[in-house]
Nanobody, 125 residues
Framework: QLQAYGGGLVQTGGSLRLSCAAS????????MGWFRQAPGKEREFVGG????????RYTNSVKGRFSISRDNGKNTVYLQMNSLKPEDTAVYYC????????????????????WGRGTLVTVSS
């Protein structure tokens, strides 16, 4: 029901925009999160956005470089990634919490009930 796409190979300092498209169910009332998992590492929270976009949260390592937005009319969430670094290399996943209009973004992956297939982002040095 969720599919992340838009990954690819980019050089250090480059940009990519990931999209997360939903189908089969509207996610316009969910908190949406972005997570990533690098080779040999655990999945980590990247950022999230509440249903209205009124609250957006990022992990410290991406603050000022990544930006999350959503278009509820299109049932789509975006992750704009700028100034990419090799350490951003990972498979990126989007997730939805499955709850009704919560006002807080949770960093815990266990708080998200719907997960999409990931998309690989590779940043070359």
């Amino acid at each position: 029901q969720l599919q992340a796409y838009g990954g690819g190979l980019v050089q250090t300092g480059g940009s990519l925009r990931l999209s997360c498209a939903a189908s089969g169910r509207t996610f316009s009332n969910d908190v949406m999160g972005w997570f990533r998992q690098a080779p040999g590492k655990e999945r980590e929270f990247v950022g999230g956005i509440t249903w209205s976009g009124g609250s957006i949260r990022y992990t410290n390592s991406v603050k000022g470089r990544f930006s999350i937005s959503r278009d509820n009319g299109k049932n789509t969430v975006y992750l704009q990634m700028n100034s990419l670094k090799p350490e951003d290399t990972a498979v990126y996943y989007c997730a939805a919490d499955g709850n009704w209009r919560r006002s807080v973004v949770n960093e815990l992956s266990s708080s998200y009930n719907y997960w999409g297939r990931g998309t690989l982002v590779t940043v070359s040095s």
